[in-house]
């Protein structure tokens, strides 16, 4: 069965930072597209951060450039979402998703045919 975990999420105050993890199993990471998704109450879904792991490819939203990285650990599976200069408008729920066919903005822009989720971590960023 394949599965994402997610976790990290937490309270951070303006300025500050968070660690996300998502954790895979039932199949390995090596040949999908590997990312975070982001949704606010009342928003749409928004695509943060994807990373094509045969490649090394990253993609980030402008919105997020220069503050979040994407990395992953082989050995444990895991792909992490550092987020550092937190902004209250960084607030959402947090979700991974994985997929072996989409990358880069393709995988951003067909987020509904991804073929796994995981259940979300909620980030709050306030003072």
């Known amino acids: 069965q394949l599965q994402l975990v997610e976790s990290g999420g937490g309270l951070a105050q303006p300025g500050g930072s968070l660690r996300l993890s998502c954790a895979a199993s039932?199949?390995?990471?090596?040949?999908?597209?590997i990312g975070w998704f982001r949704q606010a109450p009342g928003k749409e879904r928004e695509g943060v951060s994807c990373?094509?792991?045969?490649?090394?490819?990253?993609y980030y939203a402008d919105s997020v450039k220069g503050r979040f990285t994407i990395s992953r650990d082989n050995a444990k599976n895991t792909v992490y979402l550092q987020m550092n200069s937190l902004k209250p408008e960084d607030t959402a729920v947090y979700y991974c998703?994985?997929?072996?066919?989409?990358?880069?903005?393709?995988?951003?822009?067909?987020?509904?045919?991804?073929?796994?989720w995981g259940q979300g971590t909620l980030v709050t960023v306030s003072s």
């Open positions: 998703a994985a997929d072996p066919h989409y990358s880069g903005t393709y995988y951003f822009t067909n987020y509904r045919y991804l073929e796994v």
């Open positions: 039932g199949f390995t990471l090596d040949y999908y597209t």
């Open positions: 990373l094509r792991v045969s490649e090394g490819s990253t």
